[in-house]
């Protein structure tokens, strides 16, 4: 049998490729959990992307007659200690969220896989150095590692990116890797070698597409936590600038008044955790109908 054979994943026409993406989501949505949790991140999407339609007020437009001001028909969410509407800084606040996550997601799952695929598959000094480099990343709480991170880049959209993915791509890393070893050793990857298929090829063709799904899982699941690590940077102040409204800033503003004005705190942290929790539900739902050593699968 050839290697081409033994593998179903690889070369998959387009079309069948869209089928197995469309079956993936039907399965998904197949549970409550799964389309509750996808309708929610989709309102989030929604908004973000329609923030400037949605808000009834520049996110950094002032109004100090109106500071503090509880939530009520002109302000639904109330107004902060400068007069800034709740509402339309949350809705923005998403875009940040949403952006710095799936960024952030996207560098670090696609350097990661490629060094672990790399090095599970090659081996030799190249898997020495980088495993050692990992493990040496790993010493660091990653919290602080990025708080170090930021004192040396500075405060910043783009910074901020950079200085999460300088240590998120270890997990992806570590995945891939394990995933490389164990593909190594099957039949379909032997038959290659066997055939004297070319490495490139045999890495790119044969396994990669085996490890995609893992990968998918997991970097769903590190959306949401690149999001919580976000907000707690810019809570502390080394993360987006202020002047761009996001959920951990606009909590840090509300600290000092949660007594007498908690919608300013309480509203932009229960957004973050009604949509981290919706993505990381959707991860679970993901990795059951992904993961073919569960047993339960629908």
Same mark, same amino acid.
């Given at each position: 049998m050839s290697a081409e054979r033994a593998s179903p994943l690889?070369?998959?026409?387009?079309?069948?490729a869209a089928r197995a993406l469309a079956a993936t989501v039907r399965r998904v949505l197949r549970r409550p959990v799964g389309w509750i949790a996808s309708l929610t991140v989709a309102a989030y999407i929604a908004m973000a992307v329609f923030a400037p339609l949605l808000a009834p007020y520049a996110p950094a437009a002032t109004d100090l007659a109106a500071r503090l001001t509880p939530p009520s028909v002109h302000h639904w969410f109330g107004t902060d200690a400068l007069g800034r509407d709740i509402f339309s800084r $949350?809705? %923005?606040?998403?875009?940040?969220?949403?952006?710095?996550?799936?960024?952030?997601?996207?560098?670090?799952s696609l350097f990661g896989t490629l060094l672990g695929a790399f090095g599970g598959f090659l081996r030799g000094p190249f898997d020495t150095v980088t495993a050692r480099l990992t493990e040496l990343l790993q010493a660091f709480p990653y919290l602080i590692f990025a708080i170090g991170m930021m004192a040396f880049l500075g405060p910043g959209f783009w910074n901020l990116i950079w200085a999460l993915s300088l240590k998120g791509w270890v997990e992806f890393y570590r995945l891939a890797r394990g995933e490389a070893l164990a593909q190594?050793? $099957?039949? %379909?990857?032997?038959?290659?070698r066997a055939l004297g298929q070319r490495k490139a090829r045999t890495l790119f063709r044969e396994m990669l597409p085996n490890i995609v799904p893992s990968i998918l899982v997991l970097g769903t699941l590190r959306v949401g936590y690149f999001m919580v690590l976000e907000a707690s940077l810019s809570f502390l102040g080394v993360g987006i600038p202020p002047s761009i409204p996001a959920w951990g800033s606009m909590v840090a503003d509300g600290r000092n008044v949660l007594f007498i004005a908690w919608w300013v705190s309480t509203i932009p942290g229960i957004a973050l955790l009604v949509l981290v929790l919706a993505i990381n539900l959707l991860g679970e739902r993901l990795q059951e109908v992904l993961d073919p050593h569960r047993?339960?699968?629908s």
């Open positions: 690889t070369s998959v026409p387009l079309v069948r $949350t809705l %923005y606040g998403a875009r940040v969220s949403l952006l710095v996550g799936i960024l952030t997601v996207s560098v670090t190594s050793a $099957t039949e %379909y990857v032997e038959a290659a047993k339960v699968v």
